[in-house]
């Protein structure tokens, strides 16, 4: 990892260039035919209607987003731009191709400047805690206590647009999660080091032991669901930002989102009854 973050790498422009939609359906062909996803709710999206699109993160972030954002892309002429946690550009290799992807770094300011360029904008408000799953908090929010975004939607007058993602936290196993890593002599050498606290807050953002098919990370052909839920309006706050109405915005985005995921996991589950023998088989090692 990088000794510093420059402080000039995820600064949102706005003249990025996109891939072309052809690019991106050759690179995501592999994972639509592995995953086969399906979308629910894109009539609550448009072009002409940016929004704020809060998802949850999924057991490592391996297969968060990739394949919805191809798909508003593709269907609707979308093209997202992802707010991410600094430690993206701390690491050599990944913190100069993050740009071309449409990253942005996830600053207030850099969060402003997009919505008033009229961006579409991913953001996950469990940000890398909720990657760094513990056993036990499968699907579950660990949003802390974040009100930023909500804040953004409402000085900005941005709607608000849930996305649901099931079946990522099917395809991994965790061995041993992070506070399990951070307890034993491996733990104890990060601390020792200074790693822990200087790169992944005091082992909070551990990422855990994983397996998918049999002992390795592949991750197992998990049918996928996405539902990206009705929009939310954050006109009827505007000019309020006191602590009660902020959570009241975050309490309605998580509710909403919370509500879809129980229901793409309920689809997930009728859906696993029509699976095929080869399907099954994998996904049972």
Request: glycine share 8%; with cysteine; aromatic share 10%.
């Amino acid at each position: 990892m990088s000794e510093s973050l420059d402080p000039q790498l995820g600064e949102y422009t706005p003249d990025f260039d996109p891939p072309s939609k052809e690019f991106v359906e050759r690179v995501t062909a592999l994972g639509r035919a592995y995953f086969q996803p399906e979308f629910y709710g894109m009539e609550n999206v448009s072009k002409d209607r940016p929004a704020m699109y809060v998802t949850n993160h999924s057991v490592l972030g391996a297969l968060d987003g990739t394949l919805w954002a191809a798909q508003l892309y593709i269907e609707k002429d979308i093209f997202m731009r992802s707010l991410v946690d600094n430690l993206h550009y701390m690491m050599p290799g990944w913190r100069d191709l993050a740009p071309k992807l449409g990253f942005v770094r996830g600053t207030r300011e850099n969060c402003e400047a997009m919505m008033q360029h009229g961006e579409h904008i991913m953001v996950y408000p469990g940000g890398g805690r909720e990657t760094c799953k513990r056993k036990g908090e499968k699907y579950t929010l660990t949003w802390k206590k974040r009100t930023g975004f909500a804040r953004m939607a409402i000085d900005n007058g941005y709607d608000i647009v849930t996305v649901a993602q099931v079946g990522q936290e099917d395809a991994f196993d965790i061995v041993m999660d992070g506070d399990e890593i951070m307890d034993s002599k491996f733990g104890d050498w990060l601390r020792e080091k200074g790693i822990a606290e200087k790169y992944l807050k005091d082992g909070e953002t551990v990422f855990p032991l994983a397996r998918g098919i049999g002992p390795t990370m592949i991750p197992r052909p998990e049918k996928q669901f996405y539902a990206f839920g009705n929009r939310i309006s954050t006109k009827e706050y505007e000019g309020k930002t006191d602590e009660e109405t902020l959570w009241e915005v975050r309490n309605r985005v998580e509710l909403q989102l919370e509500l879809d995921i129980t229901k793409m996991r309920i689809k997930k589950l009728e859906a696993s009854e029509d699976e095929n023998w080869f399907r099954s088989l994998l996904n049972s090692l």
